[in-house]
């Protein structure tokens, strides 16, 4: 995902920095991204090169998207070195990164989800939860997701949408999310094609009335990572422009990203 972000920025015309974080066994080795060669920096030396990219890049906004496992570090590593960042990487202790951020003071775009028209259906949840609560009780709700199989966690978005589907109602428990990573069940149950098995993201909602009568279905499905990359080039342009503006405000979503309608196609 964050190679397709790399992309995004050098289509958008920004520039990007031919640095990124790597793990111990990636660190010295150059990636192609658009024509910029980007190394990769291994785990000691990400201090020494902040302070470089600080010189010879001045107004950088870093971009996440590694792992679960990592996630906590790199954003207590953002916070306490004051680096403006747009946060795509699910899981970790989210409390935890919401703390330490407005703690800091640090700039950032911290969500689930950076594909705008997604977030724009999740907002639309939030808003019938605010609006409406308690409208969908006695209720039943499954969620199935399909995304390729390196992803380890459960996706954000669902669980957002999750705990809104709650406010109108529904008692569901996260682990009934109904994970599918496997291939044959990728094309066959949720009809992901097989040329986007490496990168896709198909989640269906379905709410059902008691005496099954009634059947509501929410769905979307993403092919590719594109849709994402892009919104996540949007989020680092509107994190920019609020570090220019030296806004007061400084933990922002997409959601934020989205209201500020300054959007690309």
């Keep these: 995902m964050g190679h397709a972000a790399a992309e995004a920025a050098v289509r958008a015309g920004l520039t990007l920095v031919p640095f990124s974080y790597g793990g111990p066994t990636e660190s010295g080795r150059a990636v192609d991204v658009g024509g910029v060669q980007v190394t990769l920096v291994h785990p000691d030396e990400k201090l020494d090169v902040l302070h470089r990219v600080r010189e ?21 590593f ?5 680096v403006p960042f747009v946060m795509g990487t699910t899981g970790g202790d989210r409390d935890k990164i919401m703390r330490e ?5 640090v700039y950032a775009v911290i969500a689930p ?3 705008k028209q997604i977030v724009a259906l999740q907002t639309m949840l939030e808003l019938m939860a605010a609006q409406f609560p308690g ?3 006695g209720y039943t709700l499954r969620v199935v997701e399909s995304h390729q199989a390196t992803k380890a966690d459960a996706s954000g978005t669902a669980i957002a949408n999750i705990h ?3 406010r109108m109602g529904l008692e569901f428990d996260l682990s009934n999310i109904e994970l599918v990573r496997e291939a044959a069940e990728q094309i066959g149950r949720m009809q992901v094609p097989e040329d986007a ?13 008691p005496d099954g009568s009634v059947t509501l279905e929410f769905k979307h499905n993403v092919v590719g ?11 680092a342009l509107f994190l920019a422009s609020k570090i220019g503006e030296g806004a007061e405000k400084r933990l922002y979503n997409m959601v934020d990203v989205l209201s500020g309608g300054n959007m690309r196609s």
């Excluded at 951020?101 to 003071?105: I, L, R, V």
């Design 225 to 235: 990572r594109r849709v994402y990359a892009e919104g996540t080039v949007d989020a």
């Design 164 to 166: 809104s589907f709650q």
């Design 56 to 76: 010879e890049y001045p107004g950088t906004v870093m971009v996440d998207y590694t792992l679960p496992s990592v996630v906590n570090g790199n954003a207590t």
């Design 113 to 115: 989800n950076m594909g």
């Design 197 to 209: 098995l490496n990168g896709h993201a198909f989640h269906t909602y379905t709410v059902t009335s």
């Design 101 to 105: 951020a407005t703690e800091s003071g």
């Design 135 to 137: 409208c969908l009780s």
């Design 78 to 82: 953002y916070s306490e070195n004051s």
